[in-house]
């Protein structure tokens, strides 16, 4: 996927959003997946991208969080969070599967299918050019900075 350009879809955000690659073109774009509002590296990770947020902006980016949670746990994730950005909510999985996120996870000694955390950075032209997979939430959000700023 990687150096490709996005594949078409149409996903639902807050704020009455609806999200399109064609919506996404002539900005660099950070979409970052996170298994689920309210959890304590779901919080961390959203707080570090919020506190960057104008210095994405300066380097010409947009930011996405996407879960599978409803647009309902969105809003007031985001209203609790003053998250300056929108969420997405992937409930049909459509990013999730477009970007090959969804893996199986250990959670309280079960297997389960769930959100591997997991960011991509798209160019102006919709061609993803970065992912980090496996993502420890702390001090992420400083890294995918550095990668949008060297991205020309």
Not at 90 to 108: A, Q, R
Not at 109 to 131: N, P, Y
């Amino acid at each position: 996927m990687l150096d490709q350009a996005l594949a078409d879809f149409s996903v639902a955000a807050t704020s009455d959003q609806t999200i399109t690659p064609a919506i996404l073109g002539g900005r660099k774009v950070v979409l970052y997946f996170y298994p689920k509002d309210n959890t304590p590296g779901c919080t961390t990770e959203a707080q570090q991208f919020r506190d960057l947020h104008a210095r994405f902006l300066d380097a010409g980016a947009v930011i996405y969080g996407i879960s599978r949670d409803s647009l309902k746990s969105h809003e007031n994730f985001k209203a609790k969070l003053g998250l300056p950005f929108e969420l997405i909510s992937d409930s049909d999985e459509t990013l999730c599967k477009l970007f090959n996120v969804i893996k199986m996870k250990n959670m309280y000694g079960k297997q389960v299918m769930g959100v591997e955390r997991s960011t991509f950075l798209i160019d102006a032209k919709g061609v993803l050019r970065r992912e980090w997979r496996k993502v420890k939430a702390d001090g992420h959000a400083d890294e995918v900075l550095e990668a949008v700023r060297a991205l020309s």
